[in-house]
């Protein structure tokens, strides 16, 4: 694993510039980004985390399935728990409770059939993050209904907690 020390400056900048274009005459958003989050001392693989940052940031814009009109993007630094944070936020129909227990395991996916993908991406996103020792969390609910029109949408929040090195006083 090729984790160094770093700060988390280019991944948030490169993940936003990259959210940005991609979402553009598409769908809305509102990004917002704590300086501090971003200078904060962290070591990982910056490559690693932005590529699987930009794909969970990504999925709602580019699957239709989704039902997603906006995807908020926000970083903090939270100084208690020793972390930044980083959650994005979609307002699609989230999902299916059922699948929620099983959201990060190979082969499932959100999909409603299955040539929507592979259900690889979560899976892989899952045990990446673990091996930096990052911890990721999904908050979604959905009401489910036979009928689309009747559907509710409660969206998905998507956490990811990056703990932070700090100085050790002598």
């Known amino acids: 694993e090729d984790q160094h ?4 400056a280019h991944v948030i900048d490169a993940l936003m510039a990259g959210v940005e274009d991609e979402r553009r005459g598409k769908i809305s958003g509102d990004p917002t980004v704590d300086p501090a989050a971003k ?5 990982l693989n910056e490559g690693a985390l932005y590529f699987i940052l930009r794909n969970i940031a990504y999925n709602p814009i580019r699957k239709d399935y989704i039902g ?9 630094l939270v100084g208690e728990k020793q972390m930044v944070v980083v959650e994005i936020e979609d307002n699609g129909f989230g999902v299916d409770p059922e699948m929620k227990s099983r959201i990060f395991e190979p082969g499932s996916t959100g999909a409603a059939t299955s040539s929507e993908g592979k259900g690889m991406g979560l899976a892989y996103t899952d045990k990446r993050l673990q091996s930096m020792g990052i911890g990721i969390d999904i908050v979604s609910d959905r ?16 956490i990811i907690s990056i703990p932070i090195i700090t100085e050790k006083v002598a």
């Not at 009401?143 to 998507?158: A, I, L």
């Open 5 to 8: 020390e770093t700060t988390l």
């Open 39 to 43: 200078n904060a001392k962290v070591k």
């Open 68 to 76: 997603a009109t906006k995807v908020d993007v926000r970083v903090e």
């Open 143 to 158: 009401k489910v209904s036979k009928k689309e029109e009747d559907q509710d949408k409660f969206g998905t929040k998507f």
